[in-house]
């Protein structure tokens, strides 16, 4: 197998766009990790523990590369709300959010040479008071399945949404720059 200097861990597209703007060389390789989450665990453990799965998966895959593994749960009030899929799905979660705030927590983990960072970076999204008819708009012209909550918040999903709160605005959209690069740099990667 090919020496490979950093690997994220990850299928998802929006982390790849995210990793590019650093400027490090990458692959990307999707482990194969059950994402459901296990009885009584908090969003908050479910992302962190997925994204440790992700990071040590790769980590047994490539044992001298540097692993980036990441996950996102949104949380309703405690509740985990995931990808909806379709866009019934999707209109019957934004009407759920409407109004209410939930907390997206990003997990960040990055494994290399035995080491292990961590770093979980909450967003709250407050969503506006939204009507079906604005939801159908937005559906129409932003399907966003593949995102938990439906809001795609680096696009017209920000219309939705009355205030963001975060230390890093690109933990929300799924990979938070701000502390993968600090990781990166804690292990000799010159960023910038």
């Known amino acids: ?5 950093i690997v994220l861990a990850s299928g998802s597209r929006y982390r ?3 990793l590019d703007r650093l400027g490090v060389a990458f692959r990307t390789w999707s482990p194969d990790v059950d994402e459901s989450a296990h009885g009584g665990e908090s969003p908050r453990s479910t992302a962190i523990r997925l994204a440790r799965a992700k990071a040590q998966a790769g980590a047994t895959q ?10 996102q749960v949104a949380d309703l009030a405690g509740e985990a709300i995931g990808k909806p899929g379709n866009a019934a799905n999707a209109r019957a979660q934004l009407l759920r959010l409407s109004g209410r705030e ?20 909450p967003t709250t999204v407050e969503f506006r008071k939204l009507d079906a008819a604005e939801i159908d708009r937005y559906i129409e012209r932003e399907p966003a399945f593949d995102c938990a909550g439906s809001a795609k918040s680096e696009g017209l999903g920000a ?3 009355e205030r963001m709160t ?5 933990a929300l959209v799924g990979l938070p720059l701000i ?7 804690d292990e000799g990667i010159a960023v910038p």
């Open 16 to 18: 790849r766009e995210l």
């Open 166 to 170: 975060g230390d890093d605005p690109t």
């Open 102 to 121: 939930v907390v997206f927590h990003t997990a960040l983990c990055v494994s290399f040479g035995g080491r292990i960072h961590e770093a979980v970076v």
């Open 62 to 71: 490539w044992p001298a590369a540097l692993i980036i593994g990441c996950d």
């Open 159 to 161: 219309s939705l949404m």
């Open 1 to 5: 197998m090919t020496d490979i200097s």
């Open 179 to 185: 502390a993968l690069a600090r990781m990166l740099r």
